[in-house]
Nanobody
Framework: VQLVESGGGLVQPGGSLRLSCAAN???????IGWFRQAPGKEREGLAG???????SYADSVKGRFTIGQDNAKKTWYLQMNNLKPEDTATYYC?????????????????WGQGTQVTVSS
């Protein structure tokens, strides 16, 4: 299974972006997580979506980011609102059918290549 992210780019502070994650083969049902990594920092778990559609969020993005699934398109998304300069990073989606701690990168076996998000005026 390969995952492909899209939707990154340059946005001004306070702006919004919607990242998408697509799989190249049938994956339902499994757990999806969104992570980011800034230069010199560890990969950070942002949001997870369980097999039954329950979302979880890191405190750093709660209230600003929304994780979800587009069943028609068979993709997952991360809607990011009120973006801040500190949100600048490479963003990754990850998936696996067996997850106990969604925020732990090591639990996911399948990863996308990442998409860059830059928040700057």
């Amino acid at each position: 299974v390969q995952l492909v992210e899209s939707g990154g780019g340059l946005v001004q502070p306070g702006g919004s972006l919607r990242l998408s994650c697509a799989a190249n083969s049938y994956t339902y049902p499994w757990y999806i997580g969104w992570f980011r990594q800034a230069p010199g920092k560890e990969r950070e778990g942002l949001a997870g979506l369980s097999k039954n559609g329950n979302p979880s969020y890191a405190d750093s993005v709660k209230g600003r980011f929304t994780i979800g699934q587009d069943n028609a398109k068979k993709t997952w998304y991360l809607q990011m609102n009120n973006l801040k300069p500190e949100d600048t990073a490479t963003y990754y989606c990850a998936g696996d059918p067996y997850i106990s701690e969604w925020w732990v990168a090591g639990e996911y076996r399948y990863w996308g290549q990442g998409t860059q998000v830059t928040v700057s005026s």
